[in-house]
């Protein structure tokens, strides 16, 4: 219970989710990695791996210096697991910039890259794919760019 003013100082949501096919990359690894929902493993996420995937749920969590802010899953339910994604806030993301430069701005998708949003271009097939805006910007080739996560 607060009475008054509270101030926490925390840059994303994320909740616990299990991760499917880590491609053996591990914890450090996976941060900043875009994930979809597991069509095959209810309850869990994997590493995206198609451009304007539906399924896109959120970014693990701490890439950049940028650690998870507030946490959250439920122990013993399918509403918890052993990474930390972000599905809310400002994170870092894994991009490739090789499918068009990132600008500020832009709206971001995920890639056929393994774990990497890059940028929407065709808004149509966008739909109900974006990850959120970018924040930052990355003119080629592969790297972390501060996104505004609003899943649309």
């Given at each position: 219970?607060?009475n008054g003013k509270l101030t926490v100082t925390v840059s994303d949501f994320a909740e616990r989710f299990?991760?499917?096919?880590?491609?053996?990359?591990?914890?450090?690894?996976?941060?900043?990695?875009?994930?979809?929902?597991?069509?095959?493993?209810?309850?869990?996420?994997?590493?995206?791996?198609?451009?304007?995937?539906?399924?896109?749920?959120?970014?693990?969590?701490?890439?950049?210096?940028?650690?998870?802010?507030?946490?959250?899953?439920?122990?013993?339910?399918?509403?918890?697991?052993?990474?930390?994604?972000?599905?809310?806030?400002?994170?870092?993301?894994?991009?490739?910039?090789?499918?068009?430069?990132?600008?500020?701005?832009?709206?971001?998708?995920?890639?056929?890259?393994?774990?990497?949003?890059?940028?929407?271009?065709?808004?149509?097939?966008?739909?109900?794919?974006?990850?959120?805006?970018?924040?930052?910007?990355?003119?080629?080739?592969?790297?972390?760019?501060?996104?505004?996560?609003?899943?649309?």
């Amino acid at each position: 219970h607060v009475n008054g003013k509270l101030t926490v100082t925390v840059s994303d949501f994320a909740e616990r989710f299990n991760v499917n096919g880590f491609y053996n990359l591990g914890k450090e690894e996976m941060k900043g990695m875009l994930l979809v929902i597991d069509e095959n493993n209810e309850g869990d996420l994997k590493l995206c791996q198609t451009a304007y995937d539906r399924k896109v749920a959120g970014i693990v969590s701490g890439a950049g210096g940028v650690n998870t802010g507030l946490l959250m899953g439920e122990p013993n339910t399918l509403a918890d697991g052993n990474i930390p994604v972000a599905i809310s806030g400002r994170v870092y993301c894994q991009v490739d910039a090789n499918y068009g430069a990132i600008e500020i701005g832009d709206f971001l998708t995920t890639s056929p890259t393994t774990g990497h949003a890059m940028k929407v271009k065709d808004f149509e097939q966008a739909q109900g794919a974006i990850i959120g805006k970018a924040m930052t910007s990355l003119k080629e080739g592969k790297g972390l760019v501060l996104v505004l996560i609003s899943m649309q």
